[in-house]
């Protein structure tokens, strides 16, 4: 469709149709990257302009659910290819309804209500997204720990960071709720504005602050050291507006408190206390020009792609709605920001004195968890390398993996050594990984595992690996099929890719003594993922040795690094702060 690539599975005997356009997120600057976090919600939540009238989110919704079956928004891509999009997508269930899909995209792409009369709405988004986030860690722990994992192993893209990290979007998000905010007209401003400046130099320890933060939203039970009654009563002082902004940054700052380690209590204390001040100096009017200065650099017909998926008819009747919407959009030149390699958490880290070199294994803290969960993962095999070792690795991955007797997972959860765990290879990403999760003790759990695989086995594995090998798309809708397809098309695994490493595994099963081959390789390649089974975690290429818990999980497992590893060996405690990304 001219210069714009469409990847289209047909599937003729669909009635509906569902149509996506992704666009690259490339093109921001890092300056800018604090607005993108939110961007899906704020394009999708907010209501429409549409032929210069402002549609409301609640008249939007009405109106969506009478005229088609769905419209999405959400950020996607694949950090193995640095391929980081956001994709809007539309569906419906005949062919008039997959038009006004397309009509329904082009509308949330070019005229989100971003208007000044719209706050109210924009502010209620930015809240509930921000509550949303910070709430992730109290969700189920299946549903949420490995994010902060593949934010470290990826931490050297702000982008990913922005897009897909809840910890660095949550720090982004209360961001971008106090540049929305208004501090009222002079006097409020300077006020407001002279009171944070002040705050920023209050010093006490953690318990003392969040006394003061709760006593300043109104709990006059709280007994605050003397050192810092005098902002309390300065807070009670100030203007109207100015003691509700600031009732509103005592409760921000409560709840980030616990995002900090003690280390570091007073530089982050400060940080955030003048980084509200500065947000809330910006303008709304500002921050809105600057939301949609982002949307623009997006929304760029250089930086689209697009996939359909339905019969060939109804492609036939669209493809005038995708010539409008592509017609229209900005078809300036675009350039990619360099955003370099620094690797950002590492940095925070290396700022608040917590490491002097490059850490190997780290652990988020989670005080809440009582268990301790871990990833691990290092390169293995991808679908590009077909060599012999390269094949043999990558099967030798399977002998523990799935779910059979055998198998890690079955193994540990007969033991009551883990919820949910097992060993996983990807060819699409080149890693291994192990994962327990709700492990009562990491050493225990880990030791177990490790006992397992080294187990001596007289069982003939080779058909069971091979067949954990292959996987098929067969059983999924026809939608993520095709979008699959398309995704898997831009980062160039192409049929013929996946082919030839197939053809490669299918002529390793030839082999006589496979499964001997196998077990033969069993250590060097389990190791990888195993710190205490072999080699040192420092010596894995593309180690990436990630555990969340409490205290206590941290101390044991440090203790059993130690005592494998020697005695230099260190877990570095992440917090939050340390994703954030800091102007």
């Known amino acids: 469709m001219g210069k714009i690539k469409l990847g289209a599975a047909t599937f003729d005997n669909m009635t509906g149709a569902t149509t996506g356009m992704v666009l690259r997120l490339d093109t921001i600057p890092e300056k800018d990257l604090v607005y993108l976090s939110l961007l899906p919600e704020l394009m999708r939540g907010v209501g429409v302009i549409r032929n210069g009238k402002a549609i409301s989110y609640e008249e939007m919704t009405e109106l969506l659910r009478k005229e088609i079956l769905g419209l999405e928004v959400e950020f996607t891509g694949s950090p193995v290819t640095h391929r980081y999009e956001i994709t809007v997508r539309g569906s419906g269930n005949d062919a008039a309804e997959s038009g006004r899909a397309v009509s329904w995209m082009k509308l949330v792409l070019q005229n989100p209500n971003w208007r000044p009369a719209n706050l109210p709405r924009i502010r209620d988004v930015v809240d509930q997204e921000l509550s949303e986030l910070r709430r992730r860690m109290q969700d189920a722990e299946e549903s949420w720990v490995s994010n902060p994992s593949d934010a470290y192993r990826n931490q050297d893209s702000p982008l990913y960071l ?133 949307r623009r650099r997006i929304v760029n017909s250089h930086n689209l792609r697009m996939f359909y998926v339905g019969p060939t008819a109804i ?87 799935g779910g059979g007797a055998h198998a890690v997972f079955t193994k540990t959860i007969s033991a009551g050594l883990a919820y949910s765990n097992g060993i996983s290879s990807s060819s699409g990403t080149g890693l291994m990984g192990y994962y327990a999760e709700r492990t009562p003790e990491l050493p225990q759990t880990l030791r177990f595992a490790i006992g397992e695989v080294k187990r001596p086995m007289d069982t003939h594995l080779a058909e069971y690996v091979i067949a954990l090998a292959f996987s098929s798309r067969a059983s999924s809708p026809y939608e993520a099929r095709g979008e699959a397809m398309a995704s898997n098309m831009a980062d160039q695994i192409t049929p013929e890719v996946v082919s030839r490493f197939r053809r490669a595994i299918l002529d390793a099963r030839k082999m006589p003594d496979l499964s001997t081959e196998l077990y033969r390789r069993k250590d060097q390649v389990f190791e990888r993922v195993f710190p205490g089974y072999g080699k040192r975690g420092k010596d894995i290429a593309g180690g990436n040795f990630f555990v969340i818990g409490p205290e206590k999980q941290m101390a044991a497992y440090e203790a059993y690094l130690k005592s494998v590893e020697g005695p230099e060996t260190k877990l570095y405690r992440l917090y939050p702060r340390d994703f954030w990304l800091v102007p």
């Open 162 to 294: 922005s897009a897909f990290s809840f910890l660095t979007q949550a720090h982004n998000a209360q961001r971008l709720r106090w540049m929305l905010k208004s501090a009222g007209d002079t006097g409020n401003s300077k006020a407001i504005d002279s009171f944070l400046s002040k705050l920023a130099m209050a010093e006490g320890t953690r318990d003392e602050l969040k006394a003061m933060l709760t006593a300043m939203g109104g709990d006059k039970s709280q007994t605050v050291s003397a050192g810092l009654k005098p902002f309390v009563e300065q807070a009670g002082k100030l203007p109207k507006t100015a003691q509700t902004l600031a009732t509103d940054a005592a409760a921000d700052l409560g709840q980030t408190l616990g995002d900090i380690p003690d280390s570091s209590l007073a530089s982050d204390w400060a940080y955030l206390c003048n980084e509200i001040r500065q947000d809330l100096a910006q303008p709304p009017a500002k921050t809105l020009a600057d939301l949609e200065n982002v």
């Open 315 to 401: 492609r036939q009747k669209l493809e005038p709605d995708y010539l409008s919407v592509v017609s229209r959009l900005d078809s300036g030149p675009v350039a990619k920001s360099n955003y370099g390699a620094e690797r950002r958490v590492e940095a925070r880290l290396l700022a608040r004195g917590a490491s002097v070199g490059t850490p190997v294994y780290v652990g988020l803290m989670a005080p809440n968890m009582a268990g301790g969960v871990m990833m691990n993962s290092a390169k293995l095999t991808s679908y590009v390398d077909t060599s012999r070792d390269g094949i043999l690795n990558f099967l030798t991955s399977k002998l523990y993996s």
